[in-house]
């Protein structure tokens, strides 16, 4: 894929995601790169596209709020005098599962720097993910059995029982798109390899935000229940004591698994030591299709802490449209037909990029 740069990723954002139009009043929501998360060269691109397109640009620092994100009036206020809303701060991804003021394009970046944008995360065209989180969704939609696995251990299977009406998903646009519609766990059991640590989803911060284990760890679900962790004691007592705290500090369902998905776009590269920061990490990496995401710990999405599987196979009625985190988008129907129309991203396809934080991403 040829020409990757920041701008192409901001006018992808603009023109095909917002689907932005001259004279359009875009606000960008952001947090300062202080906080260590976003940098600020993210919103000088998307500032400099924008008005390149001939749009009305406001901007409002919201900061960041560990465990108590609000729309806040003066941010309410900005909402009312905004067609675009785009966040390019942690704020938007905390309230994407909560309702957002109608009437707006409200969109949430997980581009997180200006070397995403400048990636093929964000330059490969939205309308083909969106194409093929549409296709994915239906495929799981009509499946009778999807079966998966991944090379440390995990072995789950269920019938997937989707809800794709509004309340399913997220009240939200995303940039890039790179998941299909969470799929409900209810109807899933089997056990989970942990890749070394339990984190949380994104939803609200908190102390010890990350635990780590010193060997393999598994997590045991029946039927969208945690019922136990297998492993070294001392791993299992961590994992245990982190649920046991985090429900009580909010009040949650301890043992309830809500839902799960895995990543959609080969271009969802993570060129950082995830260890370095687990939060951001969490807020940008599970795009990948080395990623397969469990939303635990509360009866909501996304739940307060997450599982996430490493390089899974995922076989959905006989069909291996996973296989050892590489998705074969061609594999699904239309899917040819898509990567065709889209050259951008078959090219992301032939090539993906396989970062994903780990030392041995390679």
Not at 69 to 96: N, W, Y
Not at 190 to 211: E, K, M, W
Not at 305 to 324: A, F, K, Q, Y
Request: charged residues 20%; contains cysteine.
């Amino acid at each position: 894929m040829s020409d990757i740069t920041p701008e192409r990723g901001a006018f992808n954002l603009l023109n095909n995601c917002a689907q932005a139009k001259s004279g359009d009043r875009l606000l960008i929501v952001y947090e300062p790169a202080s906080y260590g998360y976003f940098d600020e060269q993210a919103v000088d691109v998307v500032c400099n596209a924008a008005r390149t397109l001939n749009l009305f640009v406001d901007t409002l620092d919201v900061g960041f709020s560990p465990d108590a994100p609000t729309l806040t009036p003066e941010l309410l206020s900005k909402f009312e005098h905004a067609d675009i809303v785009l966040f390019l701060a942690r704020l938007g991804d905390q309230l994407r599962f909560s309702q957002m003021p109608q009437g707006k394009k409200v969109i949430v970046s997980f581009a997180l720097t200006q070397e995403l944008f400048g990636s093929g995360f964000s330059n490969g065209h939205h309308d083909a993910f969106l194409a093929l989180k549409s296709q994915v969704n239906a495929v799981l939609e009509q499946a009778k059995e999807v079966h998966m696995t991944c090379p440390a251990g995990t072995d789950v299977v269920g019938t997937p029982q989707m809800d794709l009406s509004a309340a399913g998903d997220t009240s939200v646009l995303r940039f890039p798109m790179s998941v299909f519609t969470p799929v409900p766990a209810h109807s899933f059991s089997g056990r989970i390899a942990l890749p070394g640590f339990l984190t949380g989803t994104g939803s609200r911060y908190y102390d010890q935000y990350t635990v780590e284990f010193d060997g393999q760890v598994f997590a045991h679900m029946e039927q969208g229940r945690l019922t136990g962790f297998e492993g070294a004691a001392s791993d299992v007592a961590v994992a245990n004591a982190q649920y046991d705290r985090v429900s009580d500090l909010f009040g949650i369902d301890r043992n309830f698994v809500h839902s799960w998905h895995a990543g959609l776009h080969p271009g969802c590269g993570y060129p950082w030591d995830l260890r370095d920061n687990y939060e951001r990490w969490g807020g940008s990496a599970f795009g990948n299709p080395r990623i397969m995401h469990f939303h635990t710990c509360g009866a909501y999405a996304p739940g307060e802490i997450s599982w996430n599987v490493i390089d899974p196979t995922i076989v959905v009625d006989g069909t291996t449209l996973w296989e050892r985190g590489q998705f074969h988008a061609h594999r699904l129907p239309g899917g040819a037909q898509i990567l065709d129309k889209f050259p951008c991203a078959a090219a992301l396809f032939e090539a993906p990029d396989r970062a994903i934080g780990f030392a041995h991403s390679a």
